[in-house]
């Protein structure tokens, strides 16, 4: 069977997948799995066109790493073929893990279990079935291979995942601050001493990088209406799971009823095999076909809700630098007890508080070193002469409050 085979990608062009192991990957149902989970979760609620998968970025992430991987090559480091796929193959399941609708699904049905964890697990899998042809993707992907640069290109602060996910997300939601110089920046990368760098003439490509990253966190990834879908989602299967828990019958497909009425562990996932097979025949189809039925189900809470995110009736969310005052939660508080008659213990549903944080650059956790041009290496806060890097490198929180628009104008 001809296995080179070569995939269009609206972003990049004609994609080559490089070895006969790649395209078995490919084809294996973890990798086909991340077709029907979307990148974006509910942000095309915001922007329509963000309907691009999991999918589609690991197979970009992909054809990056092997752009990269020639590039360092070129410039006289010594990569082999077995490092180069490997390395290939570890970007192309670092995603594996994902659930549904992604982060929405971690804080609910599989609480306390990141999609990290549930990758190394998979990965795992993978390299059993395959007869350790993982090994090294392995050993590079938990950063315990001797170069330590191939594990910085697939998990860093410029890392080959952010290179393609703010490509790729800026090009599908139409956002053009998004837009980096991903083809210039990877052209710039170097290795000394065993640590990925950017020439210096690369600067302002990576400047450019740190300041898209930052304004696609509050016009894309923190957006008002954005949040206001997700905690929307959040609650609607935080309620599935509570009365789920007390013993309702919700309609679910069979994986997803399981992890409704189960509360499964970090130690339950990396001992029982069917819960990790469990979790992999989940994708957003099984969640949202769920909350499509749900939204006719007799109880108030979940079927409001569930109208609610079908219709695009979203929470309303003030986002401000300060705790909203405790009398104006309160005063929701009790308009949402009067207008939907629920407990006091179930106004949560309807009104609540968090908070968002925002930080591009953490300066020495895994630094973008620049390579200057007498031979010293900089931290990119210091080696730029752009005062406003140095405020990309503090974290900025916010405080979101979010509640039903029926509670908005009660008098």
Wanted: negative net charge; aromatic residues 10%.
């Amino acid at each position: 069977m001809n296995k080179k085979k070569i995939i269009n990608d609206p972003v990049y062009g004609f994609i080559t997948i490089p070895s006969e192991l790649v395209y078995d990957l490919i084809q294996h149902p973890y990798v086909q799995r991340l077709r029907y989970i979307k990148q974006l979760g509910m942000t095309h609620l915001v922007y329509p066109g963000a309907l691009h998968t999991r999918f589609h970025h690991a197979i970009g992430a992909m054809h990056l790493m092997g752009l990269a991987v020639e590039t360092i090559k070129s410039k006289g480091q010594a990569i082999s073929y077995e490092e180069e796929e490997a390395v290939m193959i570890a970007i192309l399941l670092h995603d594996i893990g994902h659930g549904p609708f992604s982060h929405a699904l971690e804080h609910t049905i599989v609480d306390g279990v990141s999609h990290e964890h549930i990758t190394a697990l998979l990965m795992n899998n993978l390299n059993q079935e395959f007869d350790g042809k993982l090994t090294m993707a392995l050993e590079i992907f938990n950063n315990r291979y001797p170069k330590t640069f191939l594990h910085q290109l697939v998990s860093g602060q410029l890392d080959i995942d952010r290179l393609d996910y703010l490509n790729r997300d800026s090009f599908f939601t139409g956002v053009s601050e998004g837009v980096i110089s991903f083809d210039r920046i990877i052209k710039m990368l170097d290795v000394i001493d065993d640590q990925l760098v950017v020439e210096e003439k690369g600067i302002y490509s990576i400047e450019k990088f740190l300041i898209a990253r930052r304004l696609m966190y509050w016009q894309v990834y923190l957006h008002k209406t954005v949040i206001a879908a997700e905690q929307m989602l959040v609650k609607i299967l935080e309620r599935a799971k509570e009365l789920s828990l007390e013993g309702r019958n919700l309609f679910a497909s069979p994986c997803f009823s399981y992890f409704l009425k189960n509360s499964v562990s970090r130690e339950e996932f990396r001992n029982e095999p069917r819960n990790l097979e469990r979790f992999t025949k989940l994708d957003d189809n099984d969640i949202f076909t769920s909350i499509k039925v749900w939204a006719d189900d007799e109880d108030l809470i979940l079927s409001t809700l569930c109208n609610h995110l079908i219709s695009r009736n979203l929470y309303k969310v003030e986002i401000s630098n300060e705790p909203p005052s405790v009398e104006w939660i309160n005063e929701l508080a009790e308009r949402v007890t009067d207008e939907f008659e629920v407990s006091d213990d179930d106004t949560s549903y309807f009104v609540f508080t968090d908070t968002i944080k925002n930080n591009a650059y953490h300066v020495g956790d895994g630094s973008i070193n620049i390579l200057m041009k007498n031979g010293s290496i900089q931290d990119i806060t210091k080696a730029s002469d752009n005062s406003n890097l140095e405020a990309l490198a503090k974290t900025v929180q916010k405080y979101i409050l979010c509640y039903v628009k029926e509670v908005r104008d009660v008098n």
